[in-house]
């Protein structure tokens, strides 16, 4: 069982359990390592049914227990013939552990290369370096600052630590993203101006983490850009270069409606202003290209600081004739005072009085757009009465020769009518061709489209043909990688053909063991058969003995006792065989009772038992703590 118990191990390691280094045996796996195990094996066997457990057992017993009947129902559902419970897991004894995850290791897939619980690529390889460093360094002691060295200073110390703070960098481009090509301006100053990374940033420590924070936006806008052109781009019908350039434009308008939305309407008066400030900002932002509209008058705010940056040109040529002056320093103080005072009160008449402007001018252009709202409507109605009094004259300038002018009105509405005929038969001749060709072209811009679309469709799933090799290769490199690193970390003195030699010793020991078997119940049946053939030819000698012993024993006394001697003599040799045959029998039982009684210490009965009684009384508490709570609620 040792072997065997050495190539589960090897083989659950490999499943990716944590088996410390000490276990050898399954006799030694705790009930949180049998869990571990179990679900190891179950994720590796089908994905999806191990993914659902937890390898990690809780503390509560009653999560404990629906852990437990999980994993028993799992190993049913994969065909586990044996009995299988909760208490397989929980209070679990070394025979039915080693059953059923031998059973497990043999469902493991064959032509599965690597673990599934554990993906492949370059992260995961990273991931498994650093656990590596970080487990190797937690297993160096710790050591006092005063007695460290200077390579343990490095590991313990945390002076060199710095703070994961990204700064943003400037890069030379070779194209815009939007236009396409770069301005000479811009080219002269990523040629002449531009100052190294390394120069660019305050303190040198940001230097790898805003290199990292920019590699890390360049890829995720990379990829944004991929998965929209393949969503988006391509049912456009347009060159990428032509769908940034429309989203350039389209975001452009979007920005200058937005201010046109959010700004009030101007006055006639502050047109130009709103526009040049308009134009300023737009070009802030780089679109100084687009028309831009009315804006705004500038804010109360806009107009106080105007009139404070007046205010303070000014009190300097009031200041520059104070020094001139014969007066004290606290009188000149007490002016300033003064003169700050007049100066505020005349900002907060100001103030008031432009906010009654303000108010005024809101006013007036409510009433304003109202009275241009009635003229409209005024000069409408003007429109509809001058058309009716056109008609009307017309109707009096006919009324004095009626009849005549009905016959004219009359032949006029006829020879209209025959026109409209006329003109509908031409109609009629030109629109059959017209409709004949536009079914045509109808027709074949149907096909077209059906044709573009089923190109579009191709290239999609090109696209995605292309993407899905284009992982699988990658996974596939990265497999080969990871596969490179595990060979070269494996021992160099242990070779194949070291496990194939001890593969073949365990066979050729089994194969002497099988020999020496079929040999032992050999001898034993030739030993049998020679009892047989013993105890018959026993039987019948003193069948016989006893037959001629009797006759002569009617005459002769000296014969009459020595077949009295006979007859015990025979009596005690078979109360000696028997006597024999049942010390076999009990040494046969005690052997048995011996095996059960070490079958019964494996299944470490006392100790389940104690367990059980523990746990009894851990759910017994936890029934009560839930029942004070429910009642508290």
């Known amino acids: 069982m040792e072997e065997v118990d050495k190539i589960l191990i090897h083989s659950l390691r490999l499943s990716g359990t944590d088996i410390p280094e000490e276990v050898q045996s399954i006799r030694e796996f705790t009930t949180e390592l049998i869990v571990e195990s179990v679900v190891r094996c179950l994720r590796v066997i089908s994905p999806s049914v ?6 990690v057992l809780p503390p509560g017993m009653s999560a404990r227990f629906r852990i437990g009947m999980s994993l028993a129902q799992a190993c049913q559902d994969l065909g586990y013939q044996g009995e299988v419970g909760y208490q397989t897991f929980l209070y679990s004894n070394e025979p039915e552990i080693r059953r059923l995850l031998l059973f497990l290791v043999e469902k493991f897939p064959r032509d599965a290369s690597e673990d599934a619980n554990q993906p492949v690529g370059k992260s995961a390889t990273l991931h498994r370096a650093i656990a590596a460093t970080i487990k190797g360094q937690l297993a160096i002691p710790w050591v006092p600052p005063a007695c460290r060295s200077p390579g343990l200073q490095l590991l313990q110390g945390s002076r060199l630590m710095k703070q994961f703070q990204a700064q943003r960098l400037i890069l030379p481009q070779e194209s815009d993203p939007f236009t396409g090509k770069v301005s000479p301006e811009r080219r002269e100053f990523f040629v002449k ?48 270069e032509e769908y940034r ?42 679109a100084g290209h687009e028309q831009a509209g009315a804006l705004a008058k500038g804010s109360r705010f806009t107009h ?22 014969q007066t004290s320093e606290q009188e000149f103080r007490e002016s300033q005072a003064a003169e700050l005072e007049n100066l505020e009160s005349e900002l907060s008449h100001l103030i008031a009085q432009i906010e009654e402007l303000e108010g005024q001018m809101s006013t007036l252009g409510l009433t304003l757009t109202q009275v241009e709202g ?53 109609w009629e001749k030109h629109r059959v061709p017209l409709i004949q060709e536009f079914r045509e072209l109808k027709a074949l811009h149907d096909s077209k489209e059906l044709e573009s679309s089923q190109r579009l469709l191709e290239i999609r799933e090109l696209h995605e043909r292309i993407r899905l090799a284009a ?11 990871q596969l490179l690193v595990e060979v070269e970390s494996l021992p160099k003195d242990i070779s194949r053909s070291a496990y194939t030699q001890r593969i073949l010793e365990i066979v050729g020991n089994i194969c002497k063991q099988k020999e020496e078997i079929t040999k032992i119940l050999h001898d034993t049946k030739e030993l049998q058969k020679e009892i047989n053939n013993l105890s018959g030819k026993l039987d019948r000698t003193f069948a016989v003995t006893d037959e001629l012993v ?3 024993a009617k005459r002769d006394e000296a014969v009459r006792k020595a077949y009295k001697y006979l007859a015990a003599l025979h009596e005690n040799c078979s109360q000696l065989i028997q006597t024999i045959e049942d010390t076999g029998t009990i040494l046969r039982e005690i052997r ?13 009965t006392l100790s389940n038992l104690e367990r059980i009684l523990g746990d009894y009384r851990a759910i017994k508490q936890e029934n009560i703590s839930l029942l004070s709570r429910s009642r508290e609620t």
């Open 50 to 55: 191990g993914a659902n457990l937890s390898h």
């Open 193 to 240: 101006f531009l100052p190294p990374v390394s120069a660019q940033l305050p303190q040198p420590a940001s230097l790898v983490p805003s290199l990292l924070e920019l590699n890390m936006a360049e890829l995720s806008a990379a990829q944004e850009w991929d998965s929209e052109w393949k969503s988006q781009g391509l049912g456009s019908r347009m060159t990428p």
């Open 245 to 286: 350039q429309w989203k350039h434009q389209r975001l452009h308008h979007r920005l200058l409606e937005q201010l046109r939305q959010a700004s009030p309407r101007a006055g006639p008066s502050q047109q130009g202003t709103a526009s040049r400030e308009l134009l300023q900002l737009l070009e802030t932002f780089g």
């Open 304 to 325: 106080t600081q105007h009139l404070a940056y007046k205010q303070d040109a000014e009190i300097p040529t009031q200041v520059e004739t104070l020094p001139n002056s």
């Open 374 to 426: 009635e003229v409209r409507q005024q000069q409408m109605g003007v429109t509809e009465q001058e058309q009716v009094l056109r008609v009307k004259g017309r109707t009096v300038e006919l009324l004095p020769n009626a009849e005549n002018n009905m016959a004219k009105l009359q032949v006029l509405v006829e020879s209209s009518a025959q026109r409209v005929i006329q003109l509908a038969a031409q």
């Open 471 to 481: 992982d699988e290769a990658k996974r596939k490199d990265d497999l080969y990688k």
């Open 550 to 552: 009797f006759k002569d």
């Open 592 to 604: 048995d009772l011996e095996e059960q009684i070490e079958s019964e210490t494996s299944k470490k």
